[in-house]
């Protein structure tokens, strides 16, 4: 009986330590340890955005894209500590925080929460074994290279966008990305493709990749976004294009990255991917 009881206290002991948290502090050294925030570009806005007064431990983390309003009542109800969000909901300066406008609205309710807010964006990008990687894991790789490196990383598997070698028809490369993202996409057809040509080379950039992929010598660019005559140029140049909209390329890493986290956090946070988290742009079938 004695025997049982401390076997009962070992396991309130532990399940005590667990509903604990973390510190917010040690959350985002964990982080970083996988994506350093020297990897994002210049011109980003990564890192620890919102740090409420006072912050508690953090027990309950959210994972989503875009941080919008109805992924923000999620959090709420979800009763979450921290929201870690692909993309920054702070970029351009704010000089006021008032209910007028939905991004100030978000982050008077993130404060009033007590809930911090975390931002990697091209940080993930550029890691090893982050977003680009998740995209170009759609389809059989050999011989990645990520395209423009960052400088001073000393890492030739970081950086910006990836290019490599595989072979498949274009019709199965198609398949493929579809069933990655759990989505359709959109194809153009470089002038001398059609659904049988062989795909040896493929470059990529998750997100919206037309100024990254411009000139790269494939066969085939996987994007989120391009402009009209973005793409007219790739395809007159004999690419084929596969745009499977600006988020979508990108939001499929959040599932893959949660079993990732809960290693990093030893199991100590609660974390969930957002459910109402969905890119804007819809593709309707005729």
């Known amino acids: 009986m004695l025997k049982s009881v401390g076997k009962n206290q070992n396991f309130l002991r532990f399940y005590s330590n667990m509903a604990q948290g973390l510190a917010l502090k040690d959350i985002i050294s964990r982080l970083e340890s996988f994506a350093p925030l020297s ?112 400088e001073g990383c000393g890492n030739e598997n970081v950086g910006s966008g990836r290019i490599f070698s595989t072979k498949m028809h274009l019709d199965n490369v198609i398949k493929a990305v579809q069933n990655h993202i759990g989505l359709d996409v959109h194809v153009a057809m470089g002038v001398e493709h059609s659904g049988k040509s062989e795909i040896k080379k493929v470059a990529l950039c998750a997100g919206s990749g037309a100024t990254l992929l411009r000139g790269v010598k494939a066969d085939l660019y996987i994007t989120g976004e391009m402009s009209h005559h973005e793409v007219l140029d790739a395809n007159h140049n004999n690419v084929s294009v596969i745009l499977c909209n600006h988020s979508n390329s990108e939001r499929g890493f959040l599932k893959t990255f949660q079993p990732k986290l809960d290693d990093m956090l030893n199991g100590q946070c609660e974390i969930f991917v957002a459910e109402t988290d969905e890119d804007p742009i819809k593709t309707y079938k005729k």
């Open 39 to 150: 990897y994002a570009e210049k011109w980003d806005n990564v890192g620890l955005l919102l740090e409420p007064y006072n912050q508690a431990s953090v027990e309950k983390i959210l994972l989503t894209n875009d941080l919008t309003e109805r992924v923000m009542k999620e959090a709420v109800e979800k009763k979450v500590n921290m929201i870690v969000s692909y993309h920054p909901p702070i970029f351009a300066p704010m000089k006021r925080i008032t209910q007028s406008n939905w991004k100030q609205r978000i982050v008077s309710m993130c404060l009033g929460q007590g809930i911090a807010l975390y931002s990697p964006h091209t940080a993930w990008d550029s890691t090893l074994g982050g977003v680009n990687d998740w995209l170009a894991s759609a389809l059989p790789v050999k011989d990645i290279q990520p395209i423009q490196p960052l």
